[in-house]
């Protein structure tokens, strides 16, 4: 077969940005040069949950997980000299989605490019923000409105670009089974369609090019085999779906396309070496089978586990894709697995499965109703919970981890401040001050923005009424209006929401068996309870800043829950302030606080500081996440009794440690109860 005659590779994107708009262009200048063929802007926690950088609960979190993008001249910084009606470009952004995308096209407008040119994807499926990721902002229906307006006006006005990306990554991270993913997406797909069509925005004629424009964000674990069936059975159902409920004829509008992450819940921190070979199975899942095959595929780096991957590390995971696409002869094939009987039977028992869940789902009132009784948050913690059930146990192994995990020294990890990237503590305070300045003369030359009152008025008026949401806000782009101010009118209209934890309704994970650990550490719990006089030890989880992954923390507090623990969970988004209110309030003998998003270095120790002040010094304060060694030392000097970090996956032996450190705080003798 000759070289003309192979197929397209899949678009090559590495998820990327960080500190500042700067900062970022930069990378993805580097990142272009190097080959990659389409960009992925992550935004920061405070851009996400429509947050200025200035915000009280913005801080430690800007600039940390991806880019902060405050207005339109920050959207000018990120893609300056970067040509937009060349680009493909993925946005990973859901509750502004719609500010984020009329910011782009603001600038793309200011290039002097044609709108309908522009290609590219908004993540923009809130519904699993509700269960996973915790970047929402506005309740259900809003959000879902948001949603609607924003496809029906990309459809009708910018038809290259895709609006959202019904994203089943985040629900696997969170601890669903492939049937759970593949359900759970679906009925996502079909809330979103059926408010669409109801709105009256778009005419039967043109049904078809709505459902074309809907693209799926998976996830690829290490199960090769059932990730890869898994994909198939993901392109049968939607295939079914799209024909028998909207009578959609045209094959065409009709396929499944989907991006691709593959699996960070799986990346390890011991070991971390192991993750290269784990992102090369998971990678094959979605690319081997040519009829399943992702449309477009980013990797995640070795080091995600330890912390913000490097510049290197990015090409090391864009070199893999590459080596695939243009080295073996995989695209020279048509699908190597028709007519597999062991495929076809996998995948026939998945689309079924699949099904009667959906139609479960269905019989609930859709996806917002099953969002909103807490049934999905439920399932998910269930799910997860038990898969690190099978963990503990060794049923499930983990090379590495709770298997073969004997090592020679890692010259990766030789020198661990270095094998990873660092975001300067001082982008914050810069970042800070240039939102400052941009609000103080975004009237004024160079940018003449008219006034935002007027602007802001508008929003607040269309989201009163039922006018499409898209037109005030690009107003509000073209008036200099920050990210802060567009979510803020919107609250104002909408309110903010609360979602379901999902923590009080999972069942027991860990039995307490007789002899098992778990039935000593209920022991310890016990013991200690009584020889301090109270009914029940509390202990209170809490999430400070914006950081929303909130599966770490969950399963911390239902192992709590079930190791005989009073457990207050109020879920995220929280100051430090809020958390010792509650903690005082509550009377709690230890405080566990869960960080994934680098903010820790700030956050913890301001609680540490305000129960000092409280005079609440006996409450030991336990830290977790994604915590590299430097800042573990720092926050232990500062007065952490323990900090745990991915690495330490025997949630059951954590809670042990926690009784411990109560009973250090309060001078209680050390408890040695036998397993």
């Known amino acids: 077969m000759t070289e003309r005659q192979k197929d397209r590779p899949w678009l090559m994107r590495t998820y990327a940005g960080h500190s500042t708009a700067e900062a970022s262009n930069e990378l993805y200048r580097r990142n272009l040069a190097k080959g990659q063929t389409g960009l992925s802007v992550a935004f920061d926690l405070p851009t996400q949950t429509g947050y200025d950088s200035d915000h009280i609960l913005a801080r430690g979190e800007v600039g940390r997980v991806g880019v902060p993008v405050a207005h339109v001249g920050d959207m000018r910084r990120l893609f300056q000299d970067i040509p937009l009606d060349q680009m493909n470009t993925s946005m990973t952004i859901n509750a502004t989605a719609?500010?984020?995308?009329?910011?782009?096209?603001?600038?793309?407008?200011?290039?002097?490019?044609?709108?309908?040119?522009?290609?590219?994807?908004?993540?923009n499926d809130i519904v699993k923000e509700y269960l996973s990721r915790g970047t929402h902002?506005?309740?259900?229906?809003?959000?879902?409105?948001?949603?609607?307006?924003?496809?029906?006006?990309?459809?009708?006005?910018?038809?290259?670009?895709?609006?959202?990306?019904?994203?089943?990554?985040h629900l696997q991270e969170a601890g669903a089974t492939p049937v759970q993913e593949i359900a759970y997406a679906m009925s996502t797909a079909i809330a979103v369609l059926d408010a669409v069509f109801a709105s009256g925005q778009i005419p039967e004629d043109r049904r078809g090019d709505v459902v074309a424009r809907i693209s799926f964000f998976v996830n690829a674990g290490v199960r090769f085999i059932e990730e890869m069936?898994?994909?198939r059975a993901f392109g049968r159902i939607w295939d079914e779906i799209t024909r028998e409920r909207y009578g959609i004829e045209d094959p065409k509008q009709r396929r499944f396309r989907y991006g691709v992450q593959v699996n960070s819940l799986g990346l390890t921190e011991a070991q971390p070496e192991n993750n290269v070979?784990?992102?090369?199975?998971?990678?094959?899942?979605?690319?081997?089978?040519?009829?399943?095959?992702?449309?477009?595929?980013?990797?995640?780096?070795?080091?995600?586990?330890?912390?913000?991957?490097r510049p290197w590390d990015q090409q090391w995971s864009l070199r893999i894709q590459q080596v695939l696409a243009h080295e073996s002869d995989l695209l020279e094939y048509a699908d190597i697995f028709d007519g597999s009987h062991v495929i076809e039977a996998k995948v026939a028992s998945?689309?079924?499965?699949?099904?009667?869940?959906?139609?479960?789902?269905?019989?609930?009132?859709?996806?917002?109703?099953?969002?909103e009784s807490g049934y999905l948050k439920s399932q998910l913690v269930s799910s997860h919970a038990e898969r690190r059930g099978r963990i503990e146990s060794g049923q499930e192994k983990i090379v590495g981890v709770n298997i073969f995990n004997t090592t020679e020294p890692n010259p990766l990890t030789a020198d661990l401040d270095t094998a990873i990237q660092t975001v300067d503590p001082a982008v914050e305070a810069r970042v800070v001050a240039s939102l400052q300045r941009w609000r103080d003369t975004r009237y004024q030359p160079p940018f003449n923005h008219p006034r935002p009152c007027k602007a802001l008025e508008r929003l607040k008026e269309a989201a009163k009424g039922t006018d499409n949401l898209m037109e005030a806000t690009l107003e509000c782009a073209r008036a200099g209006v920050t990210t802060g101010e567009w979510a803020g009118a919107l609250r104002e209209v909408f309110g903010e929401f609360r979602a379901p934890t999902g923590v009080s309704s999972a069942p027991v994970a860990v039995p307490a068996e007789e002899g098992s650990a778990m039935a000593g550490v209920r022991r310890k719990v016990d013991v200690t309870a009584r020889e301090m006089g109270v009914g029940k030890l509390r202990f209170l989880v809490g999430k400070p800043g914006l950081d929303g992954h909130s599966n770490g923390a969950e399963q911390i507090a239902v192992r709590a829950r079930?190791?005989?623990?009073?457990?207050?969970?109020?879920?995220?988004?929280?100051?430090?302030?809020?958390?010792?209110d509650a903690a005082l309030a509550e009377d709690v003998h230890a405080v566990g606080l869960s960080i994934l998003s680098g903010s820790h270095a700030q956050l913890v120790p301001d609680v540490l500081e305000r129960l000092r002040v409280a005079g609440a010094t006996d409450i030991p304060v336990i830290a977790g996440g994604i915590i590299p060694n430097g800042d573990a030392e720092q926050l232990r000097a500062a007065g952490v009794a323990a900090v745990f970090t991915p690495k330490d996956f025997d949630i059951t032996g954590i809670i042990g440690r926690i009784v411990d450190e109560i009973r250090?705080?309060?001078?209680?003798d050390p408890l040695e109860v036998p397993a």
């Not at 479960?360 to 099953?370: K, L, Q, S, T």
């Open 98 to 123: 719609m500010w984020l995308l009329a910011l782009y096209q603001v600038v793309a407008e200011e290039q002097g490019v044609d709108i309908t040119q522009l290609q590219g994807t908004t993540q």
């Open 137 to 169: 902002v506005f309740p259900p229906v809003p959000s879902l409105r948001l949603t609607t307006d924003m496809i029906c006006y990309t459809v009708n006005h910018i038809p290259k670009w895709n609006p959202i990306n019904i994203c089943s990554y």
């Open 229 to 231: 069936c898994k994909m």
């Open 277 to 309: 070979q784990r992102i090369v199975l998971e990678m094959l899942a979605v690319t081997l089978s040519k009829d399943a095959r992702a449309r477009a595929v980013q990797l995640p780096a070795w080091n995600e586990a330890l912390g913000l991957p």
């Open 350 to 371: 998945l689309v079924e499965e699949s099904l009667a869940e959906i139609d479960r789902i269905e019989e609930m009132g859709g996806a917002m109703a099953a969002v």
């Open 562 to 580: 079930d190791a005989g623990f009073e457990v207050v969970y109020q879920g995220i988004r929280l100051t430090p302030e809020q958390i010792v």
């Open 664 to 668: 250090k705080a309060n001078k209680l």
